[in-house]
């Protein structure tokens, strides 16, 4: 095995701590999940229906969104109706990161199961105890 030398960071003048305040914020940033924010109580947001409205607008429905985690992945399959009744099969996967005693899904990536539509969603889902949540 072979070892590297330490080599040592030049710190700008103009730091008075050593540059550990640095070192601690880049810190906070690694310890905190991507798409999760330290003030949010995940455990609040409403259950999921079975029928809500997209994110995306125009009056399109989400139908059978029921994500399973599995090792570091969110995923289900849904359908998007359009009010004038038409029906687009999807599915949509995210990054699983736990945190309060379940599991965030978030940075969902969505594709078609018809055509090559994909895309992604800022809608995050929170599973415990076998309940899932949606973000308000």
């Given at each position: 095995?072979?070892?590297?030398?330490?080599?040592?960071?030049?710190?700008?003048?103009?730091?008075?701590?050593?540059?550990?305040?640095m070192?601690?914020?880049?810190?906070?940033?690694?310890?905190?999940?991507?798409?999760?924010?330290?003030?949010e109580?995940?455990?609040?947001?409403?259950?999921?229906?079975?029928r809500?409205?997209?994110?995306?607008?125009?009056g399109?429905?989400?139908?059978?969104?029921r994500?399973v985690?599995t090792?570091d992945?969110?995923?289900?399959a849904f359908?998007?109706?359009?009010?004038?009744?038409?029906?687009?099969?999807?599915?949509?996967?995210?990054?699983?990161?736990?945190?309060?005693?379940?599991?965030?899904?978030?940075?969902?990536?969505?594709?078609?199961?018809?055509?090559?539509?994909?895309?992604?969603?800022?809608?995050?889902?929170?599973?415990?105890?076998?309940?899932?949540?949606?973000?308000?």
């Open positions: 095995m072979r070892l590297h030398p330490i080599v040592p960071v030049a710190r700008s003048p103009a730091t008075t701590d050593g540059g550990c305040a070192q601690r914020m880049l810190l906070a940033l690694l310890v905190l999940p991507w798409g999760a924010t330290a003030s109580d995940y455990g609040a947001w409403p259950e999921v229906q079975p809500f409205p997209s994110t995306g607008g125009g399109v429905m989400i139908e059978g969104y994500p985690v090792g992945r969110c995923t289900t359908q998007a109706v359009e009010p004038d009744g038409t029906v687009h099969r999807n599915e949509v996967v995210f990054d699983a990161v736990p945190v309060q005693g379940g599991v965030l899904c978030t940075n969902g990536r969505w594709r078609s199961l018809e055509s090559d539509a994909s895309g992604t969603t800022p809608f995050r889902v929170f599973i415990r105890d076998g309940v899932v949540r949606g973000e308000p």
